[in-house]
């Protein structure tokens, strides 16, 4: 009786150690569903959430993500999320075709870069970031003017129509996402240590301007389409562009609501207005004798669309 305790003893101890062994095991090994074998494609980062959580946060957010591994990367430099980001924080439609990845447009958008950063560094000054707005057709309207044209008579000579209703039409404009700046610039003709002239300027550019090849090399230049002067005293400095498609409409009426977004007579700082078709600019002016009005355009080669549109004022 008693060896049978003893071995009874001695078999109760080895139960326990198995039992002590095998438990320690599982409190080592990671609890697993299942419903997954050793070769199951499942994955517990689904893509598409991490896809559409991506679209929630602005560029620089997003290469960070891109620098945490290589998962990530893959899914922060999808097109698709730079194109939602893209378009998000420029609150614009999607166009039909862009030339380039959405992440390099995002960059030409968003760098804090304009063009007379590239051309003419000397003669700049200053400048403001209005935004973004759409051509919709291949035809713009510029003018000095900000009250509703009317009816224009396309076939008038530009000189004509800036005489005599302050605007001109420009037609083969690249469809697309345009991107609008107010610069202030050194008189363009003078000598930098003489002159204490300055020249206000809207500029406005495609999107993927900055990224051509014709642009970067200094092969596109820019072209002047008319110039006029109001040889009387004019009020303030006013430049718009308009998508002639768009004219009438309800959003773009904002812009001939003048007094809503110009500022007082006494408010000389420049003020802008946008919306989806559309920028103007205008700075309010003391006494002067009138402006010297240019209009210029930038196409990519010879005969190809416009990629570039400014409209320049200055005092005489």
């Known amino acids: 009786m008693g060896?049978?305790?003893q071995n009874g003893s001695s078999e109760e101890e080895r139960m326990g150690k198995?039992?002590?062994?095998?438990?320690?095991?599982?409190?080592?090994?990671?609890?697993?569903p299942p419903f997954?074998?050793?070769?199951?494609?499942?994955?517990?980062?689904?893509?598409?959430?991490?896809?559409?959580?991506?679209?929630?946060?602005?560029?620089?957010?997003?290469?960070?993500l891109a620098a945490t591994n290589r998962w990530f990367h893959r899914v922060a430099m999808e097109d698709i999320v730079w194109k939602f980001v893209c378009l998000r924080d420029l609150q614009i439609p999607a166009p039909e075709h862009v030339a380039f990845k959405w992440n390099k447009l995002y960059t030409s958008a968003f760098d804090g870069s304009h063009s007379y950063m590239f051309r003419q560094p000397e003669k700049h000054i200053d400048w403001m970031r209005i935004g973004a707005f759409f051509f919709d057709s291949s035809v713009a309207l510029l003018s000095e003017r900000l009250n509703f044209p009317g009816k224009i008579r396309i076939e008038d000579t530009s000189k004509k129509m800036l005489q005599s209703y302050g605007c001109c039409v420009l037609d083969n404009v690249k469809p697309g996402i345009w991107i609008a700046d107010l610069q202030l610039v050194r008189c363009p003709?003078?000598?930098?240590?003489t002159c204490d002239g300055t020249m206000q300027t809207i500029d406005a550019r495609h999107i993927e301007l900055f990224l051509c090849e014709g642009y970067q090399n200094n092969i596109w230049e820019y072209e002047l389409i008319g110039s006029h002067d109001v040889k009387k005293r004019a009020d303030g400095a006013c430049g718009a562009i308009f998508d002639?498609?768009?004219?009438?409409d309800s959003s773009t009426a904002a812009v001939f609501d003048f007094k809503s977004w110009a500022g007082k007579p006494t408010d000389w700082q420049p003020k802008a207005m946008i919306t989806l078709h559309a920028v103007a600019v205008n700075t309010n002016l003391q006494e002067n004798e009138g402006l010297h009005v240019k209009y210029q355009a930038m196409r990519a080669g010879t005969d190809g669309e416009v990629v570039s549109i400014r409209i320049s004022q200055q005092l005489l």
């Open 3 to 5: 060896k049978r305790q």
């Open 18 to 32: 198995r039992m002590r062994r095998s438990k320690a095991i599982c409190s080592c090994s990671s609890p697993r």
């Open 36 to 64: 997954l074998t050793a070769h199951s494609t499942f994955s517990w980062y689904e893509e598409d959430v991490w896809t559409e959580i991506a679209k929630f946060l602005d560029g620089k957010s997003l290469m960070m």
């Open 189 to 193: 003709v003078c000598d930098l240590n």
């Open 244 to 248: 002639v498609r768009h004219l009438k």
